[in-house]
Structure formats: C-alpha cells, structure tokens
C-alpha cells in the first residue's frame, strides 16, 4: 500500500509538471500553480505522499483554470485593441480604450485569494474589458454612423466643387466655403466623442449642399432653355437682343454664384423670347397675307393708299424687331384692305342690278335709255380703273334716271339703293 500511494504521488507530479511545461508557452502567470508544484515536490521528498498528491492535482488543476481564464481575458483584450484601432481610424481619441486596458491590467496583477492562494484576477481584468468592449462597440457604431454622414458630406460638397468648375465661378462661393468649415467642425467634435454635435454638422452641410447643386443644376437647365430658344430665334431670322443680353447678364450672376438671380434672369431670357417667337410669327403671317391681300386686289384695280402704307409701315418696323406693332399695322392694312374689298364687290352687284334694269327700260322702248347707258358705261370704266367714288357717283345717277319701272308696285322699293361712298 505504501509503494502504491508513492506512485500515484508521482503519477500527480508527473502529470502536472508535464501540464506545466505546456501552458508555460502561454502568456497566463503561472505562478501560483509553479508554487503548488514546488509544495508538492517537497512533500514527495518528505515522503508525504497523499500531501504531494493533493499539492500536484491542484496545481495542474489550477494551471489550467489559470490559462483558459487568461485566454479568455485576451480574447477581450483583443477585442478592446481591434476598437481602440478602429477608433484612431477614425480619428477618435482612443485613450479611453488604453486606459481601460490597463487598468484591467492592474487588476489582473492586484489578484485574488482562491482556496487559500493567491493568483492573478484574469476573471474580473475579462469582465472588465469585455464591458469596455460593449460600450466601445456602441460607441464606435455611432462614431461610424457620424463619420458616414460627414464622408457623405464631403462627397456633396465634390459633386458641388464638380458643378462649380463647368460654370466657372470666378468668386469663392459661400455654400462650399461654409460647408467646408463645416465638415471640419464635424471632425473636431467626431474626435471629441461629441456625436450629436458631429452630426448636426455634417446633416447641416449636405443638405446646404445638395439644395445649392439642385438650384445650379435648374439655373444650368434654365440657361440652356433659354439659349436654345434665342437659337431658335437666330435660325428664324429673328431679332433676340434682349433675350441675349438678359442671358449675358444672367452669366454674370452666376458666375458670382448667385444662383437664385441668376436662374430667374435665365427663366425671364425664356420667356422673353417666346414672346418674341410669337410676335415674330403672328407679324410674319400678318405681313404675308396682307401682301398677298394687296396683291390680290391690285389685279383687280387700283389699291386704297392706307393699306399701302400701313403694309409699308409694318415691313419697316418689323425688320427693326418691333414684332407686336408689325402685326398690328399688318392687320391694319388687312382690315383696309377688307373694306376695299367690300366697297368693290357692292358696286360690283350695283353695276350688274343697273345692267339688267337698262335692259328692262330699253324694252320699254323708252327714250331716256341711251342716256342711262351712257352713265352706266362710265361708271364700269372708272370701277375697273379703282375709282370706286366716281363709279358709285355715276351709278346713282343712272338709278335716277331709270327711276321706277312700269308695273313696279312699290317704286320706292324698285330703286337701287345708292352705293355708297368707300
């Protein structure tokens, strides 16, 4: 029995010194379980066998206790660095993360009363950190978040830089030099841990960025509407200087980046020379259908002098780009003309109607037939010549002459109604 207690005394230290040399490859102090090895050597000197074998079990069995808590207590310890890493990163003061580390240091060191030995407090250094790592862990979410948003700040702020540089600005523009202080000011707090502040910062600076990148996108597009419309004009024939001048002068505003002005000088540019393309094409129509109306009825006779000279008036004014008042005269020499026109096919009904009634006196056989003629005869000529005046002048005297016609009831009725003087 007493050779058997001897060798399991052995079997123990066998075993744990064995463990021992092992876990010494780790970083994990050892110690505690180094001293319970050493006691349990000296009691197999002592041929205290079952103290040697008890010292043994429970410094193999505190060994490894030892070494899972001190992984442990790394894997934390790991963890906190990865985030004190990413903190810097992201340009956040990580002292707070080092100050963790050693403090659980510290506490690890300090140690604990297990059993009647003292080790070091891997336990609690790991409870320690792995706190630290949850709280970092929040933090740095919300650090990323901050630093995402300012990121997308600065990218607004490029896209405005890229749109700055196809208008040319020649003045330093107030969103973009703002924003610019702005983003700094959201990293200075970003590194201060001031999240809220960061990001009140950095949401400030892209939405003043992207409304300004919206307004010059629409002062773009009013400028290009308006250009293609002065175009538009040119390839017409038409005359667009101040629709060009308004856009020179809307160029000018934005390139001092006032952009509100300059688009709404570009928007009136537009709507400027609309109104000149409907001017100009209702004046075209006006002055070419007059022509053609003067044309028409000087074929037919001669043309009355105030058509002519409000067609020339309107031939004149809109060669000068006065659009609206071509169009007027144009219809004033329409509307001449029409009357013209009028008079003309009146006297032209009245010659037929006194035609016919000479015909009826000359089969009455009355005398006074020539003489109605006579009248009839120069009234034509002088229609065909364009003296309407004298024309309706004569024809009213042939209707007098031919007076009511026998076996007309009502003589009244019967006479030619005078007519008229154009």
């Known amino acids: 029995m007493f050779g058997k207690r001897a060798e399991e005394a052995e079997d123990a230290i066998s075993r744990a010194g064995a463990m021992l040399d092992v876990l010494h490859l780790s970083k994990a102090d050892l110690s505690p379980a180094d001293r319970l090895f050493g006691q349990a050597r000296e009691a197999l000197n002592r041929k205290s066998y079952d103290s040697a074998r008890v010292l043994a079990t429970r410094a193999e069995t505190l060994a490894s206790t030892l070494e899972d808590r001190h992984r442990a207590a790394q894997k934390a310890l790991g963890a906190l660095r990865g985030l004190a890493k990413q903190a810097r990163e992201l340009g956040l003061d990580a002292s707070e993360f080092d100050g963790d580390v050693a403090e659980a240091r510290r506490v690890a060191q300090a140690g604990t009363v297990e059993d009647g030995v003292k080790i070091p407090d891997y336990n609690k250094a790991r409870a320690m950190l792995e706190t630290a790592v949850n709280a970092g862990r929040e933090r740095l ?29 020649d003045e330093s523009d107030r969103v973009t030099s703002r924003g610019r202080a702005l983003v700094d000011d959201a990293k200075q707090a970003l590194a201060a841990g ?4 960061a990001k009140i910062a950095a949401r400030k600076t892209e939405a003043a960025a992207r409304q300004a990148l919206l307004a010059r996108r629409d002062a773009i597009a009013a400028l290009h509407g308006a250009e293609r419309r002065v175009a538009a004009l040119q390839s017409m024939g038409a005359l667009a200087d101040v629709p060009e001048k308004l856009i020179v002068e809307g160029m000018v505003l934005l390139r001092a980046a006032k952009i509100a002005e300059a688009r709404g000088t570009f928007e009136i540019a537009n709507r400027e020379a609309q109104r ?6 209702r004046a075209s129509k006006g002055v070419k259908d007059a022509k053609e109306g003067l044309a028409s009825l000087a074929r037919s006779g001669t043309v009355p002098e105030t058509a002519e000279r409000a067609l020339r008036d309107a031939q ?12 007027a005269l144009a219809s004033d020499a329409r509307k001449a003309l029409g009357k013209r026109h009028e008079v ?18 000359r089969a009455t056989g009355t005398e006074y037939a020539n003489d109605v003629e006579e009248m009839l005869v120069r009234a034509e000529e002088e229609f065909e010549n364009g003296d309407f005046v004298t024309s309706s002048e004569d024809l009213k ?19 030619s109604a005078p007519a008229g003087n154009p």
């Open 276 to 281: 000149i393309r409907d001017e100009f094409r």
């Open 316 to 327: 004149q004014v809109f060669k000068g780009g006065e659009y609206d008042r071509a169009a």
């Open 344 to 361: 003309r096919e009146r006297i032209a009904r009245t010659i037929e109607e006194t035609r016919r009634k000479l015909e009826e006196l």
């Open 397 to 415: 005297i042939a209707n007098l002459l031919i007076g009511p016609l026998p076996g007309t009831a009502n003589p009244a009725k019967s006479r």
């Open 194 to 197: 001031r999240f809220d502040e």
């Open 141 to 169: 979410k919300i650090a990323q978040e901050t630093a995402n948003e300012i990121f997308t700040a600065e990218l607004a702020l490029d896209a405005l830089n890229d749109e700055n540089a196809l208008i040319t600005l």
